[in-house]
């Protein structure tokens, strides 16, 4: 985290959904900020609320709000043992999917093999420019700013190592013909199933 703020990267996201309600991005803030203190100012921080607890799904009633607040605070103040977050191109088969992935449509079976064309094709042309996926996925974000009619777009990639960080933070151009080469891609593969629906047993 330091390292990203070094790096520039100052605008930070975090939220109670980060997480189980026990153990959140909420934690990890704010013991990071306990042993950086003067790093407190130098962070935009918008902060996710309004989940329901355990689940991902959201809940905009008035005690609900109100709850989440509070314990958006209070959760703040608590110890975090970071839990495990499968990296960009560790998922080769299925078999690697984490479980807690597992529960989203885009990740099962019937979907699964279908969008990891999508990856194998970007992973053609990250060769190509001597980058990661990860780092084409960012700067095709990035370049669809002012583009199509689309407003400024600003990403926000995650990390949990230094490494990661200066991955995310190497900038790489797309030129006109890398755009297209992905929006061939995208017009030939299409992606499969939802990103953010959680199965039936996670909704109830």
Same mark, same amino acid.
């Given at each position: 985290?330091?390292?990203?703020?070094?790096?520039?990267?100052?605008?930070?996201?975090?939220?109670e959904l980060y997480g189980t309600p026990e153990r959140n991005s909420l934690h990890l803030l704010n013991e990071y900020f306990e042993k950086y203190p003067v790093d407190a100012d130098k962070v935009l921080l918008p902060i996710k609320?309004?989940?329901?607890?355990g689940k991902i799904?959201?809940?905009?009633?008035?005690?609900? @709000?109100?709850?989440?607040? +509070?314990?958006?605070?209070?959760?703040? %103040?608590?110890?975090?043992?970071?839990t495990h977050v499968q990296q960009t191109g560790q @998922?080769?088969?299925?078999? +690697?999917?984490?479980?807690h992935?597992? %529960?989203?449509p885009r990740f099962q079976p019937e979907h699964f093999e279908q969008?990891?064309?999508?990856?194998?094709?970007?992973?053609?042309?990250?060769k190509q420019k001597n980058a990661t996926v990860g780092q084409i996925a960012l700067a095709w974000v990035k370049a669809q700013s002012n583009r199509n009619g689309n407003g400024k777009i600003i990403?926000?990639?995650?990390?949990t190592k230094e490494g990661r960080v200066k991955e995310n933070m190497t900038e790489i151009q797309m030129s006109y013909k890398d755009l297209e080469e992905v929006d061939r891609i995208l017009s030939t593969i299409e992606l499969a199933g939802s990103r953010g629906a959680c199965m039936a047993d996670e909704t109830e």
């Open positions: 985290m330091r390292t990203a703020l070094q790096m520039g990267s100052n605008f930070w996201n975090a939220g609320g309004g989940s329901v607890p799904a959201f809940d905009g009633s008035e005690a609900n @709000i109100n709850r989440s607040i +509070d314990e958006c605070s209070d959760h703040s %103040r608590g110890k975090m043992t970071l @998922i080769k088969k299925y078999e +690697d999917v984490d479980e992935m597992k %529960r989203f969008n990891m064309e999508l990856v194998r094709a970007v992973e053609s042309l990250a990403p926000i990639p995650g990390a």
